[in-house]
């Protein structure tokens, strides 16, 4: 067990439809990621808060948004569905010190999120 | 662009015998590198990491190699067991003042036979 908690583990919605996927990262842990994992594909980086900020932002579309709350829970909301954006979603948190060489992060199990 | 290969998609290993997983990056600003195994319906688990100033790194069965020059990095899994086979993602990294990004591989199945 990561420590980092995703829900739901799946989804099933319709296109053009809105979803949040909500994720509890590690206690103690302040930045919290998203990826986006396609079908055979690694994991895609989409955006990084850091202590309630966005620290950065990847291939992340603009029909998706996300926040990290006070409280360091983070939520996902992908809109205006497409078939495409069938995929696994994972979260994943990182220690509240980066040492130099200590980059590492824990990864929740995932949403799986079926668009149909 | 892909930044990260695993040009192996997958791989059987007798059990018992030396698992090789191979990873090429072209982005030299990377400094960090890691490897994590990923079981059905779960996250990837970290295994094991290496910074860019060092060439090995091992722990018990896993050692991971890295050579900068070739932009290379190898996973050596020995002895192979059964509960090795997973598919294993290579990842990369830029070493931050706090924590960055990961730029993933695709991925290599690994199945350790019996």
């Known amino acids: 067990d990561s420590g980092v908690t995703q829900t739901p583990k799946h989804l099933i919605t319709a296109t053009g439809q809105r979803v949040t996927l909500r994720c509890s990262p590690r206690s103690g842990d302040l930045s919290v990621y998203w990826y986006q994992q396609s079908l055979d594909q690694g994991l895609q980086f989409l955006i990084q808060?850091?202590?309630?900020?966005?620290?950065a932002k990847g291939n992340i579309l603009e029909r998706f948004s996300a926040q990290q709350f006070p409280d360091l829970h983070s939520e996902l909301n992908l809109s205006s569905l497409e078939l495409g954006d069938s995929a696994l979603y994972f979260c994943?948190?990182?220690?509240?010190?980066?040492?130099?060489?200590?980059?590492?992060?824990?990864f929740g199990a995932g949403t799986r999120l079926s668009v149909l | 662009d892909q930044q990260v290969k695993q040009n192996s998609p997958s791989l059987s290993v007798q059990e018992g015998r030396i698992s090789i997983l191979n990873c090429d990056y072209t982005n030299s600003m990377f400094d960090y590198f890691l490897w994590y195994k990923k079981y059905p319906a779960e996250g990837p688990t970290f295994l094991i990491s290496?910074?860019?100033?060092?060439d090995k790194n091992e722990d018990g069965r896993f050692t991971v190699f890295l050579n900068k020059s070739a932009k290379h990095l190898s996973l050596h899994i020995v002895p192979s067991q059964p509960g090795d086979s997973a598919v294993y993602f290579c990842a990369a990294s830029k070493l931050p003042g706090t924590a960055s990004k990961l730029t993933f591989g695709t991925g290599t199945r690994l199945q350790v036979t019996l």
């Open positions: 994943a948190s990182s220690p509240r010190t980066s040492v130099v060489a200590k980059n590492i992060q824990y």
């Open positions: 808060y850091y202590n309630g900020e966005e620290r």
């Open positions: 290496i910074s860019s100033i060092k």
